[in-house]
């Protein structure tokens, strides 16, 4: 597997590159993320802000709280990434976004006190109520 990762939007107006090994893979499930992805879940990986870099386009960018700011395609609305400035040095980019998505298995599960009561999805992981940075 290669430590160069790259990914983008659905009609391809967005593409990003980053480096590094695949880690700190979670499922998301708090409600900020079920209303701006669209989805009952989203699965995030954490990235070196530094490292990431968009190389095809230019994101929207929209503020879901005071700390956190998503960007997304203007053209097709598809969420890629999220900052916040609780963990300033890092980016969390949505897996489902990458071009090789099935090399990014989730490790844990966060936010979970806001998990929809029907979804079983990988009960296996280690869930945090919040997120713990």
Same mark, same amino acid.
């Given at each position: 597997?290669?430590? $160069?990762? &790259?990914?983008? +939007?659905?009609?391809?107006? @967005? !593409?990003?590159?980053? *480096?590094?090994? @695949?880690?700190?893979?979670?499922? /998301?499930? /708090?409600?900020?993320? !079920?209303?701006?992805? %669209? *989805?009952?879940? &989203? &699965?995030?990986?954490?990235?070196? !802000?530094? *490292?990431?870099?968009?190389?095809?386009?230019?994101? %929207?960018?929209?503020?879901?709280?005071?700390?956190?700011?998503?960007?997304? /395609?203007?053209?097709?609305? +598809?969420? $890629?990434?999220?900052?916040? &400035?609780?963990?300033?040095?890092? $980016?969390?980019?949505?897996?489902?976004?990458?071009?090789?998505?099935?090399?990014?298995?989730?490790?844990?599960?966060?936010?979970?006190?806001? !998990? @929809?009561?029907? @979804?079983? $999805?990988?009960?296996?992981?280690?869930?945090?109520?919040?997120?713990?940075?």
């Amino acid at each position: 597997m290669s430590d $160069l990762h &790259t990914g983008g +939007c659905h009609c391809g107006q @967005l !593409r990003y590159a980053f *480096g590094g090994a @695949l880690q700190d893979i979670a499922h /998301c499930h /708090c409600s900020i993320c !079920r209303r701006t992805s %669209g *989805g009952i879940v &989203t &699965t995030w990986v954490t990235v070196a !802000r530094a *490292g990431f870099q968009w190389t095809a386009g230019e994101p %929207g960018a929209y503020a879901s709280s005071a700390s956190c700011t998503r960007y997304f /395609c203007p053209g097709c609305g +598809c969420q $890629l990434a999220l900052f916040t &400035t609780l963990s300033p040095g890092s $980016l969390d980019v949505t897996v489902a976004t990458l071009d090789e998505v099935a090399q990014a298995p989730a490790d844990r599960h966060i936010w979970v006190k806001s !998990r @929809l009561p029907w @979804l079983h $999805l990988d009960p296996q992981l280690p869930e945090e109520d919040e997120e713990n940075l």
